[in-house]
Each structure stands twice: as C-alpha cells, then as structure tokens.
C-alpha cells in the first residue's frame, strides 16, 4: 500500500534511508530559499522626494546663515573690498 505521509500517515514503499534522504534534499532546498521584498516605483518615488525635501530644507537653512552674515558684515563695515561690498549688496538688497 502506498501512502502519502503526513496525511494518513503510512509510510511509502521503499527503505527508510531513500526516505531520510529526501527529507535532508528538502530540508536543505527549504534552508536555501530566502525571502525577497519588493519596492513599489511609487514608493521608490515617495523615498527620492522626502530625501530631496530634506536636503533642500538643509540647504535654505545654509544659505539664510550666509546672507545673515553677510547683511551684518555689511552694516558693521567689516568687507574692506568696495567691489565684494557692491556685489554682495545686489544680491541681497531689493533691486532699485
């Protein structure tokens, strides 16, 4: 009688080491197989623009430090070079 085991529980025809063997081959593929994720292009998306964001947050940030800096050098009278004054003055004051 041939028997499927595990679902009615009789042994299959043949030895006991052919049935051994196939359970270590099955216990060896199911140890080699391995989960995979996958990431939606939407997702993929989502990520790039929060990232993006972040950095242009930090890069604003950055930049109103260095016109703040800029804007007190200037009324302090600490840039000595005329030219470097009247750029830096165009660039940060509204056009005339």
Known sequence: MVG???I?????SGSSTQTSE???RLDAQASVTRDDV???PEARDAAKVTGLLRESEQA??????KVEQAKQ???EGTYKIIDVVKVVASRISPAV
Request: hydrophobic share 40%; proline share 4%.
């Open 38 to 40: 996958a990431i939606s």
């Open 22 to 24: 196939r359970s270590r």
């Open 4 to 6: 499927i085991n595990g």
């Open 60 to 65: 604003a940030k950055i930049r109103l430090e």
């Open 73 to 75: 050098s200037l009324e």
């Open 8 to 12: 009615v529980g009789l042994p299959e």
